[in-house]
């Protein structure tokens, strides 16, 4: 059993073949589409945030309008990059999100990707110190957010409003939140200092490293150091592990005309540079879902997680990425040997 929901990266361009062509089109479809995927019988409805690009930024509008108009599924991000964020502000952000969703929040978070802006995150008044990397920030940020939805003291109050001198929380606080928090991991040593932190993992596409072995396996060793860490740190509740994979099932003319070219040129890893290293990308499955099915029933890394993320062509639109979705549901993951955990409790 796993969870299965959608990554959208809202991506919006005024060209021919998207339906996609402003940003409110991606705001408001992806809304659309998590509606639709919870009637479909999928888990999650996330979404990944770039700053100074096409694509989605700040994220908390967006989940809020998802959670009003949705009931059941998970909401979350996939990932924020927290070199962007004041940690205090974002703490009452997420939980107002959360509390409107029912407690349904999913925060991905992470030190972010190599991205269009040169030092983005310098441009929103965030320098590092001398000696500091935006890397190291990233991580203070995080604990200080951390800390901060879990109720710690954070200002002084003023005794003549209070009639008492204290230690203050940001409120609201959403009880639970601190347990929904991810880190998305891009190599196996970030994975471990996760799992060390107490932090559910987020693993994506790419790794940005490379041991020469199959993208999978290397993801799965990834996950598999993360849990000992996570034993070996003695945390009491079992955490959640997630990895995104390009899933594009080919059932119907449609699906043929865009992306039928796809099924032996997305069948192997890539392995490139990216951010002054090597990184490995996973493949893309495409085709016939039986096949995609039995490949993913090979996927180490995928057999080891528990929530697997689907990033979706968003700029086809809503009902396309609808007929995507219901099509991996409802025949690609049952014949993978896994279901959707809504469809188990449907039983």
């Not at 770039?50 to 599924?73: D, E, G, N, V």
């Not at 269009?116 to 957010?145: L, M, N, Q």
């Not at 039928?260 to 040129?265: P, R, T």
């Amino acid at each position: 059993m796993k969870r299965i929901g959608f990554l959208s990266f809202g991506h919006w361009q005024p060209v021919r073949g998207s339906l996609v062509h402003t940003a409110a089109d991606a705001l408001l479809q992806t809304i659309e589409l998590a509606v639709a995927a919870e009637e479909i019988g999928a888990d999650g409805a996330y979404v990944r945030v770039h700053h100074f690009a096409r694509q989605f930024a700040s994220p908390f509008p967006l989940l809020a309008a998802m959670a009003a108009r949705t009931s059941r599924i998970e909401l979350g991000t996939g990932v924020i990059d927290m070199r962007y964020e004041n940690p205090l502000y974002m703490a009452e952000e997420a939980a107002i999100t959360d509390l409107i969703s029912g407690r349904r929040l999913q925060l991905g978070l992470s030190r972010g990707s190599p991205e269009t802006a040169i030092r983005g995150s310098e441009a929103f008044g965030y320098v590092p110190a001398e000696g500091r990397t935006d890397a190291d920030d990233a991580r203070e940020k995080t604990e200080v957010f951390r800390a901060a939805i879990a109720g710690a003291g954070i200002a002084q109050s003023n005794p003549q409003m209070t009639g008492r001198s204290t230690a203050l929380a940001i409120t609201p606080q959403s009880d639970g939140l601190s347990d929904r928090i991810w880190w998305g991991s891009g190599t196996r040593q970030t994975a471990i200092w996760a799992a060390q932190q107490g932090m559910n993992l987020m693993s994506s596409t790419l790794l940005t490293e490379d041991t020469g072995v199959p993208f999978d396996e290397l993801q799965a060793e990834q996950i598999e150091l993360y849990r000992a860490a996570w034993n070996e740190a003695g945390w009491a509740h079992t955490p959640r592990v997630s990895v995104s994979r390009s899933i594009l099932p080919i059932v119907n003319d449609t699906d043929r005309m865009y992306f039928g070219g796809m099924e032996e040129e997305g069948s192997e890893d890539q392995v490139g540079h990216l951010d002054g290293g090597l990184a490995r990308f996973g493949k893309t499955y495409v085709g016939d879902p039986d096949r995609i099915a039995r490949d993913l029933a090979n996927d180490a890394a995928v057999q080891a997680a528990d929530t697997v993320l689907i990033t979706v062509p968003n700029q086809l639109g809503v009902d396309y990425n609808a007929h995507l979705l219901e099509t991996i549901v409802q025949h690609v993951a049952p014949a993978a040997g896994w279901t959707s955990v809504e469809a188990a409790s449907a039983r």
